[in-house]
């Protein structure tokens, strides 16, 4: 391959990946393709994309950003997955799809700088919760005490009305009230 060509295959993948801070790398030789296009299409219905890399001219290209980390799994066949909502979200998909295709090897990912390496690596990026799930429970714990607070509050309230309708009901039957001692 000419230096032209791979200048141009570089400036393509910078272009592709600028702004990606989070993405996984797998290898998909061996998929059949039935199972590669079921694979892609699901993929791209959930806005994530599959790019193959050539090995040499992704590191150039990483170089000084965010996927920089990843260069250290650049060897054999690769592709970069990236999009969709989260790359957790991403992680969890592959993760199931993994699950499925056998042949499918999940390399590694990196998530804000952070690389994990391996299969075990993107299946323990697949369990930390997305921004969405973490900002609940953010809102969750900050709410959780006023809940609390509005609980005991209103508690000692609740129990003496079941108490004063438990008598008025059984006023109202004709039964007669005893002192409980």
Same mark, same amino acid.
């Given at each position: 391959? #000419?230096?032209?060509?791979?200048?141009?295959? *570089?400036?393509?993948?910078?272009? =592709?990946?600028?702004?990606?801070?989070?993405?996984?790398?797998?290898?998909?030789?061996?998929?059949?393709?039935?199972?590669?296009?079921?694979?892609?299409?699901? !993929?791209?219905?959930?806005?994530?994309?599959?790019?193959?890399?050539?090995? %040499?001219?992704?590191?150039?290209?990483?170089?000084?950003?965010? !996927?920089? &980390?990843?260069?250290? %799994?650049?060897?054999?066949?690769?592709?970069?997955?990236?999009?969709?909502? #989260?790359?957790?979200?991403?992680?969890?998909?592959?993760?199931?799809?993994?699950?499925?295709?056998?042949?499918?090897?999940?390399?590694?990912?990196?998530?804000?700088?952070?690389?994990?390496?391996?299969?075990?690596?993107?299946?323990?990026? #697949?369990?930390?919760?997305?921004?969405?799930?973490?900002?609940?429970? *953010?809102?969750?714990?900050? !709410? %959780?005490?006023?809940?609390?607070?509005?609980?005991?509050?209103? &508690?000692?309230? &609740?129990? *003496?009305?079941?108490?004063?309708?438990?008598?008025?009901? =059984?006023?109202?039957?004709?039964?007669?009230?005893?002192?409980? #001692?």
């Amino acid at each position: 391959m #000419s230096k032209p060509i791979k200048n141009m295959i *570089v400036a393509e993948y910078k272009r =592709r990946f600028d702004g990606v801070d989070s993405a996984l790398i797998i290898d998909i030789r061996g998929i059949d393709a039935n199972e590669n296009n079921n694979l892609r299409v699901d !993929l791209l219905d959930k806005n994530i994309h599959i790019t193959v890399l050539k090995n %040499s001219l992704a590191k150039t290209a990483f170089e000084g950003t965010e !996927l920089e &980390s990843l260069c250290t %799994s650049l060897s054999g066949p690769n592709a970069l997955v990236c999009g969709g909502d #989260s790359v957790v979200d991403v992680a969890r998909t592959l993760v199931d799809w993994a699950k499925k295709i056998k042949q499918l090897e999940l390399k590694a990912a990196v998530l804000d700088g952070e690389l994990f390496e391996g299969a075990d690596g993107v299946k323990r990026l #697949s369990d930390y919760p997305t921004k969405e799930e973490a900002q609940a429970k *953010v809102v969750q714990l900050v !709410l %959780s005490p006023a809940g609390n607070l509005v609980k005991a509050a209103t &508690s000692p309230g &609740s129990n *003496v009305l079941g108490i004063i309708k438990e008598i008025k009901t =059984r006023l109202e039957e004709g039964n007669t009230i005893e002192k409980i #001692s």
